[in-house]
């Protein structure tokens, strides 16, 4: 349209999209604080000019569309990080709870059996003092029950991690439902022209939640949706569904987890479920297996010293420890002292009660490479570096991931934060078009009411 | 390039690290010791595993080094009254040997040599914490009974085992003379020589072969002897390392383990400012406000 009522259209259009721009900065400042909030920027565009012959007339201003800045790339690196982040963390604490039992160098494991062939050591120049012996079988009590006590804890461990695969398979499965319901709706959504930028950003959100506790690759599906898999191929989510993940009692007697009817546990790579499973699954079973073989070649190894002498009664030495099981798992929660006699230690080497030629070979066994080829004592002082090592190592992996993680959400909130001042600058600019622009719509109504009354004679003379 | 607008995050993170650096430092302080955890310092914390086992083990042997030594000293003084005793008996016989004593007198030397060879079997048979010292292995029992019927006066219930026992990583130290090796040697034995000194002042034949007889087993027996020597300056010098070692070992244990009172101090010190300077920032940021505290509704 030209003429008066072609500039009050201009004029209205800058009215409606300064408002509306104005809508758009409000609405950033309300969600400065919104977790996971991409910042909106109005897309103003000329209206197309209308041609009067050689004329080009602009027809004021549109706004385009509201587009959220964001930078893909970014939130890819996020995610993994963030599945890292999680994973290591989990680990971490996981690996705390270990140590805490391995803790000391003057009590534990490591001590008692230092205590024992201590308490061995001291029968030497005295071997038929009943009191000293009797000391021998309470040593060797305390150091049975603190392997029975470090087993059960171990043991009690997993069984939470057990729970926490559990709950953490729930929360997935929670999540990716959401996630493909957000798929529909987006996907509606963009058929019927509306704004999407609200729900891609709640998609974002909870793509970023599921990191935490999966490893999960977003692949975006076309229309706004995301097709969500782990790193190995397990699809999660594909277009508006969601494949939930089970849990079921494996053969080992732990939580397996599986995709329909497949085994994934062994595939999982990122975020507090992957974590979770591989100190459950390696790093515990295998402090546990350490143990076994400690309290198995310990036994064994004492037991065998004990046969090659004579107790104080002249019979031939039997088992100071319960025979620990032939396949070695369990020999740590098991272990138990065999006698409660003090005259059954064979100290003596012919059958003399005053001859203390058996002591040696009790000892023995604590200066031997009894315990895959090392002594007793450098088995658990072995077992006390690997742990510490592990959880120093995990530590440091996780602060160092805690920090990439940081720069990167500073790098996401420089493009994708709201800034108060940017916000504050801009409506002021808003707010003085839209005042402007009703100048304008008051003007050109001055020239039409103008207008209107030509030929009418004027009041004025 | 546009800045972040949220510097607080990383703000708290820097808070946070500074609080747990001292954090670690108190407890640190408050413990005594630098590793707490084994990830703390994962070698230093098996090397106290081994650290703990050596020092038990050197308590332990120096309490048995000092165990055996009263042993050996109570065995070897024994030997030496034993000693006495036989020159007592070589002197008597020296005069019984001289052809012109009347028969009251050789009866009365007689007399003394018996009681000397009753002492000699008592000291024997000496015992130290209800351990008989000469028999061996066979420690609950005396060694020694007097028997007339054999040609050395007594039978020997001992045996000839010894015992050895552990001072060291290693080290053994033999704790006992059997009475067979001392007292009852083939062709050298005290009982031996002695009986037969009665035996001869009795039919009044071979007193001077006798009293030969006996000085020389007097002579194997002090020979012997030293063996009990030798074990307690072994005793000695182990002691001595020992101690030395006890004095190492915790210093090796300060050295991986303990906490430097000064230089802790210095980084608790150090942590309190860069959590003051944390805290302060914070406070800065949070009191600068934004564009829209300046905007006044115009």
Redesign the interface.
Known sequence: MSGLFGALNIALSSLATSQEALETSSNNVANANTPGYSRQVPDLEAGAPVLYGSLALGTGVVLDKIESLRDPILEIQLNQQTQQNSSLNTQLTD??QI??G??S??TGI??D???F??SL??L?????NLSLRQSVLTAAGNLAGDFNTAATNLETQRGDLDQSVTQDVSQINTLTSQIANLNLQISELQNTGGGTNELVDQQTNLVRQLSTLVDVQAIPSGNGGVTLATSNGTTLVAGVQSFALSTEAGSDGTQHVFSGSQDITNTLTGGSLAGTIQIRDQEIPGVLNQLDQLASGLANAVNAANAKGYDLNGKAGGNIFAAPPAGVTGAAANMQVAITDPSLIAA???G??????N??NL?AAG?SPVVNGATP??A???L??????A??NT?ADADAS?QIL?QL???R???S??????E??N??QY?TAYQAASRVVTTISNLLLDAVNLGEASTED | ??????PM??LV?ALNQAEQADEQVTLELSSGKSV????????A?????????ET??NA??L??LS??NG?LSDADSTLSSIQTALQQAISLGVQGANGTLSASDEAAIINQLQGIQSQVIGLANSSY?G??LF??????TPPYTANASDPSGVTYHG?T?V????VG??Y?IQ?NQTGSQLFSAQGNGVFLALNQLIQAMQSNTGVEAAVTSLSSAANYLSAQSVFYGNAMDQVQSQTTYLNTAKLQLAQQQNTL?GVDLATAANELAQDQTDTQAAVEAISKFSQMG???DY?SS?
Do not use: C, H, W
Not at chain 1, 384 to 389: K, R
Not at chain 2, 36 to 43: A, H, K, Y
């Open positions: 690996l705390q140590q805490t391995f803790s160098s003057t490591g001590a059996i230092t205590n062939f201590s050591q001291q030497s120049p005295d071997p038929t003596s080497a012919d003399t009660q005053g001859s203390n030629g002591v040696a000892l200066t004592i450098d658990y002082s072995n006390v570096f690997q742990i510490g090592n959880t120093s530590s805690g940081q959400q500073d790098q909130n420089s493009v934060g709201v800034s108060l001042n940017e504050a600058a409506m002021v707010q | 390039m546009r800045v972040n607008p949220y995050p990383d993170a707490n955890e084994p990830s703390d310092d994962p070698t914390a098996a090397l106290l595993v081994q650290n703990n086992d038990t083990f332990s042997y309490q048995t165990s055996i042993q914490e351990k008989y028999g061996g292995t066979v420690t609950s045996n085992d015992n050895q026992v552990s990583n290693g053994q704790v383990g934004s564009l829209f905007l115009s």
